[in-house]
Nanobody, 124 residues
Framework: QVQLVESGGGLVQAGGSLRLSCAAS????????MGWFRQAPGKEREFVGG????????YYADSVKGRFTISRDNAKNTVYLQMNSLKSEDTAVYYC?????????????????WGQGTQVTVSS
C-alpha cells in the first residue's frame, strides 16, 4: 500500500507561483509513474500532468503547458508541481496520484493510489 500526502497549497494572487509537494510512503516509489490532477467546484477531476517513473518523460494538459512543471526526487519519495503565472481558473483542489505500471495516463481509472488533495486558490 502506498500513501500519498500533498502539501503546499494556499492562497495566491493571479500571476503568482506555488509549489506543491506530494510525499509517498513505501519503497517502490521510484518505480511508479506520478501524476497531478485537479478538481474545481462543480467540475470533474481533470488531468494536469504526469511524470514517468524515471523522471525522463513528462506530459501536461494544454491548459497548464508552459506554466506548470512536474519533477520528482526518488531519493526523497517526493513529486513536485511548480505552478507559475497562476490564473483564477487554476483554483481547485489538487491531487497527486501514483501508477504501479510506471506509465502516466490522462484518465482517472488507471491510477492506483490517490492523495487527499490540497486546496489552491488564485485570487484575481
Amino acid at each position: 500500500q502506498v500513501q500519498l500526502v500533498e502539501s503546499g497549497g494556499g492562497l495566491v494572487q493571479a500571476g503568482g507561483s506555488l509549489r506543491l509537494s506530494c510525499a509517498a510512503s513505501g519503497r517502490t516509489f521510484s518505480s511508479y509513474a506520478m501524476g497531478w490532477f485537479r478538481q474545481a467546484p462543480g467540475k470533474e477531476r481533470e488531468f494536469v500532468g504526469g511524470i514517468s517513473w524515471s523522471g525522463g518523460a513528462t506530459y501536461y494538459a494544454d491548459s497548464v503547458k508552459g506554466r506548470f512543471t512536474i519533477s520528482r526526487d526518488n531519493a526523497k519519495n517526493t513529486v513536485y508541481l511548480q505552478m507559475n503565472s497562476l490564473k483564477s481558473e487554476d483554483t481547485a483542489v489538487y491531487y497527486c496520484a501514483a501508477a504501479r505500471s510506471g506509465t502516466y495516463y490522462t484518465g482517472l481509472t488507471r491510477w492506483d493510489y490517490w492523495g487527499q488533495g490540497t486546496q489552491v486558490t488564485v485570487s484575481s
